[in-house]
């Protein structure tokens, strides 16, 4: 009889899952990236001055905030765009795949669309 030599190659694989939240920092270094934080910059300070001015004129006066019709509705507007942007950037933050995503849709179109006009 011949003697057979047998090789037994036993490979193993480990699997480690973590909750670890990987952050997209890239984006930011991106042109869409650096106009969304301009964006979410400039709707801050707008909606910080027109909330300081509406607080201010309406405590001076007597009269109720009939007055501010106006400057109420552009602080609704102010308001509605800076937690979009604040959304949409949040969203670019934590998903790899969003920034990309959102930047090829028609989304980004109609948004800025409606929120200069």
């Known amino acids: 009889m011949s003697a057979h030599q047998v090789t ?6 480990s ?6 939240i990987l952050l997209n920092i890239g984006y930011f270094k ?3 990236g650096i106009l969304k934080v301009l964006q979410l910059a400039i709707s ?5 001055i ?12 007597y009269t109720a ?10 602080l609704l507007i102010a308001t509605t765009a800076l937690i979009a942007t ?3 950037t949040l969203s670019c933050l934590v998903s790899i795949a969003t920034g990309t995503i959102i930047a090829k849709t028609i989304f980004e179109v ?8």
């Open 8 to 13: 037994v190659t036993r490979t193993t694989t």
């Open 86 to 88: 604040f959304c949409l």
């Open 50 to 61: 027109l909330g300081n001015y509406i607080w201010t004129t309406a405590s001076s006066r």
């Open 110 to 117: 109609i948004y800025h669309f409606t929120i200069t006009r």
């Open 44 to 48: 801050i300070i707008v909606v910080g």
């Open 30 to 32: 991106t042109i869409p």
């Open 65 to 74: 905030y009939q007055v501010f019709v106006t400057e109420l509705y552009l």
């Open 15 to 20: 699997v480690h899952t973590t909750s670890a």
